[in-house]
Each structure stands twice: as C-alpha cells, then as structure tokens.
C-alpha cells in the first residue's frame, strides 16, 4: 500500500502558475509509474500526467501539454506538477496516483492506477 498526500492546490486567476505536490511514503522513482488526475464537477476524471521517473518517460494530456510539467524530487519522495498559463477549464479536484511498473510507458488510464492520495483543488477564475 502505497501512501500519497497531495498539498498545494489554490483559487488563482487565469494566466496564474501554481505548483502541486505529492508525497510518497518510499522511493517511487523508477518502481512506479507516477501520475496526477483531475476531476471537473459533473466530469469523469481524467489523466493529466504520468512518469516513471527522468524527464524522457513523461506523459501529458493534450489540453495540457506545453503548459504543465511533472517532476521529481528522489531525494524526499516528493512528486510535483508544475502548471503555468491556467485557464478555468483547469478547474478541478487534482489527484495523485501509482501503480506498479518497471519499464516502458507509463499508462494514462484511471482504471490502471491503484494507489490514490485523497486530492487537492485547484480553482481558476476568469
């Protein structure tokens, strides 16, 4: 059992950057495929990015990509995702989550992750 807090969700304007963090009770890197999800009211979640660790097994979601970057610190467990230019469709409850894997990509699928912390909200106004 893999235990995930997520921090540092925040109302912002839109244009705004915020950074989420996620912490890991053990060493993830390159054990687990990490990823953080997002969750709209009346909308199904859906994977934003995932890595297994190193910036080459990055993952991201179209609506995000060239805005949003995931990243980790090995030293303290510690998952991030760095969000710039928000815009309020970005609004949503944001999750991390891992699954098990060793090689290869990591997959984007919500079904696919099995550890998931309990979520963070992230609110942009227009």
């Known amino acids: 059992q893999v235990q995930l807090v997520e921090s540092g969700g925040d109302s912002v304007q839109a244009g705004g950057s915020l950074r989420l963090s996620c912490a890991a009770d053990?060493?993830?890197?390159?054990?687990?495929?990490m990823g953080w999800f997002r969750q709209a009211p009346g909308k199904k979640r859906e994977g934003v990015a995932v890595?297994?660790?190193?910036?080459?097994?990055?993952s991201y979601a179209d609506s995000v990509q060239g805005r949003f970057t995931i990243s980790q610190d090995n030293t303290k467990n510690t998952l991030y995702l760095r969000m710039t230019s928000l815009k309020p469709e970005d609004t949503a409850m944001y999750y991390c989550?891992?699954?098990?894997?060793?090689?290869?990509?990591?997959?984007?699928?919500?079904?696919?992750?099995?550890?998931w912390g309990q979520g963070t909200q992230v609110t942009v106004s227009s």
């Open positions: 890595t297994l660790g190193g910036d080459s097994s990055a």
């Open positions: 989550a891992a699954v098990t894997w060793f090689s290869g990509t990591c997959p984007m699928g919500v079904w696919q992750y099995n550890y």
């Open positions: 053990r060493d993830t890197y390159r054990r687990y495929c």
